[in-house]
């Protein structure tokens, strides 16, 4: 089982960029899925997670207002539209699936992606 992440890149700040998740091997359509970054001086902090069925999300406060998470179910795929990006974006991006209630805590995530890196220039 394995989640893909992608659409990382190198942007100028202000930019845009659309991550996607699309998980292989099964179905994620019933977990709740989240993401998360992590820098080299920084613990991997919660960005956004969204529910199986999307009727509810949930950001960090450095994010809200200007990430957006989504999901397709009939494509078995996350997206984070970050708009706005500031230098201190920059990290690399997980995506992982929880079948929790609690979505802000990494450690009740079951299955992770690779990652993808986000660099904002300034």
């Known amino acids: 089982v394995q989640l893909q992440a992608s659409g990382g890149g190198l942007v100028q700040a202000g930019d845009s960029l659309r991550l996607s998740c699309a998980p292989s091997?099964?179905?994620?359509?019933?977990?709740?899925m989240g993401w998360f970054r992590q820098t080299p001086a920084k613990e991997r902090e919660f960005v956004a997670a969204i529910t199986w069925r999307g009727g509810s999300t949930f950001y960090s406060d450095s994010v809200k207002g200007r990430f957006t998470i989504s999901r397709d179910n009939a494509k078995n795929t996350v997206y984070l539209q970050m708009n706005s990006l500031k230098p201190e974006d920059t990290a690399v991006y997980y995506c992982?699936?929880?079948?929790?209630?609690?979505?802000?805590?990494?450690?009740?995530?079951?299955?992770w992606g690779q990652g993808t890196q986000v660099t904002v220039s300034s």
């Open positions: 091997g099964r179905t994620f359509n019933t977990y709740t």
């Open positions: 992982a699936a929880t079948s929790s209630n609690v979505v802000s805590r990494q450690n009740v995530y079951d299955y």
